[in-house]
């Protein structure tokens, strides 16, 4: 039986290799998504570097200044004289907090109050701070739900309690994701990797379910069921033709990893081989066992984009979804791209234990995916 898969699957797979959407799929593609993570890759400012920013206006917007490393904090000050100045200082040499400061030295509160919610509800802030001259007086409030909130609230406290304020404010570690959580921000870079090199894999299963339907219209097929194959032996061909196909595709992407990566990533090469291994395999059967289904390639091809635009979208690579709601996390945990990124984020931890995350998750997706693509042959025999 494993000696006619594997005729089969050479057979096959010499065919897809003529096909002139293997040089896009195979090779283009994959390659153009590690080497997104050079473009997309942003080194973390040196210490030295973070200073104040200084807001021009009152409603000036943050959202391309943030440094997703800190916590940002927009100060609204009304005093803007030195003691106001040594307490943002302070709090900026905490080390985690980006400090964005604005004069509101001529502002009246209503002023105030609707610049504080336009900037809480438009712009990604994650704290807003009120100085008043009575440090008792001071306001301080929560934009979204951020760990290092609780962080920023001591470190004030601290800083307001300290005449002086010649001392300088304790170092204060960065909170990563727990193991439980993504740590995005850590991520991202082999993230937008990730997203793109999705559309690869989803497009090679549609690649084979050409295969598929070419070898049915031809009656290939019906001709190798009067050999001594069975339907089982081409089955396997066809899984075995997924697994060919995507370690072609990894190991370009691997390659590309390689050589033309300048920038750490937290990951090393078995991680990033096997992170992208296990995705490919899933999404390339996923796409064959739609195809399947549907027996179509115009059905499979339109399934397979959806698939793969919006399982990148809920999953979290393209931003952040540590703010979102509740079904929007459950949605999420059903995208494979999600726990390949718990996966990575154990890694970034030193935790091995995101080997067996890993491969434990792709697992219950391929059973999953084996059982349906069954009887999507047998339903398409039928017709």
């Known amino acids: 039986m494993f000696q006619n898969a594997l005729r089969m699957t050479k057979s096959a797979m010499k065919l897809i290799f003529r096909n002139k959407a293997f040089f896009v799929l195979g090779i283009l593609v994959p390659l153009i998504s590690t080497l997104m993570i050079n473009v997309w890759y942003t ?136 193991g439980d959580e993504v740590d995005y921000y850590g991520t991202r870079n082999f993230a937008y990797c990730l997203a793109f090199g999705t559309l690869a894999f989803v497009f090679a299963g549609i690649m084979i379910l050409g295969t598929v339907l070419a070898e049915k219209k031809d009656k290939v097929f019906n001709r190798i069921m009067m050999t001594k194959a069975n339907r089982t032996s081409y089955f396997l061909s066809k899984v075995m033709l997924v697994v060919g196909l995507t370690l072609v595709q990894t190991l370009i992407m691997t390659i590309s990893f390689v050589l033309f990566v300048k920038v750490d990533i937290g990951i090393n090469v078995l991680q990033f081989f096997l992170c992208c291994f296990c995705l490919g395999l899933v999404f390339s059967m996923c796409a064959l066992c739609v195809g399947l289904f549907g027996n179509s390639i115009s059905t499979g091809t339109i399934i397979a984009f959806t698939i793969w635009s919006i399982s990148d979208l809920i999953s979290g690579t393209y931003f952040d979804i540590a703010d979102a709601s509740d079904l929007f996390k459950k949605l999420s945990l059903l995208m494979p791209q999600r726990w390949s990124l718990f996966a990575v984020t154990r890694f970034l931890q030193g935790n091995n234990t995101g080997y067996a995350l890993l491969l434990g998750s792709t697992a219950a997706y391929l059973v999953i995916i084996f059982v349906a693509s069954v009887l999507g042959l047998r339903l398409g025999e039928q017709e």
């Open 43 to 178: 080194e973390p400012p040196k210490g030295d570097d973070r200073k104040v920013y200084e807001m021009e206006s009152l409603d000036e917007q943050l959202a391309y200044q943030i440094d997703f490393n800190r916590f940002p904090v927009k100060v609204y000050d009304t005093l803007e004289n030195a003691a106001s100045d040594r307490i943002v200082q302070a709090m900026n040499n905490a080390g985690m907090f980006q400090i964005f400061r604005a004069d509101a030295t001529s502002c009246s509160l209503e002023e105030l109050d609707a610049s504080m919610k336009s900037s809480a509800m438009k712009d990604r802030i994650g704290a807003v701070v009120v100085l008043r001259e009575d440090p008792e007086e001071t306001e301080l409030y929560s934009v979204g739900e951020d760990e290092r909130f609780t962080l920023l609230s001591d470190s004030l406290g601290q800083i307001l309690q300290n005449d002086s304020l010649s001392v300088p404010s304790p170092e204060v570690t960065f909170v990563a994701a727990s």
